[in-house]
């Protein structure tokens, strides 16, 4: 039976020899040049979107407010002026 060291020390040298592979390095560029073309757009994190989508909620609460209010005294001066 194999013991735990055995299976240690060969997924220790795995992971050597995919650190010195070219495919790491292969990775490596890719990825680089991936993130060279998302710079280029024009994108914007999850976070930073969530944060813009309450803002808009807000704001939007605070229109229909403002609009009710408008109402109101829209019709409180129509009632007033018959």
Same mark, same amino acid.
């Given at each position: 039976m194999l013991n735990a060291k055995f299976f240690e020390e060969l997924s220790a $040298? =795995?992971?050597? %020899? !995919? $650190?010195n592979s070219p495919a790491k390095?292969?990775?490596k560029n890719v990825r680089a =040049? =991936? !993130?060279q073309g998302f710079? $280029? =757009?024009d994108l914007v994190t999850? /976070? /930073?979107?969530d944060v813009q989508a309450q803002v808009l909620a807000r704001t939007r609460q605070q229109l229909t407010a403002l609009e009710a209010r408008i109402a109101a005294v829209e %019709?409180?001066?129509k009632a007033t002026a018959e």
């Amino acid at each position: 039976m194999l013991n735990a060291k055995f299976f240690e020390e060969l997924s220790a $040298k =795995l992971n050597d %020899a !995919m $650190k010195n592979s070219p495919a790491k390095d292969i990775e490596k560029n890719v990825r680089a =040049l =991936l !993130m060279q073309g998302f710079s $280029k =757009l024009d994108l914007v994190t999850r /976070e /930073e979107f969530d944060v813009q989508a309450q803002v808009l909620a807000r704001t939007r609460q605070q229109l229909t407010a403002l609009e009710a209010r408008i109402a109101a005294v829209e %019709a409180q001066r129509k009632a007033t002026a018959e």
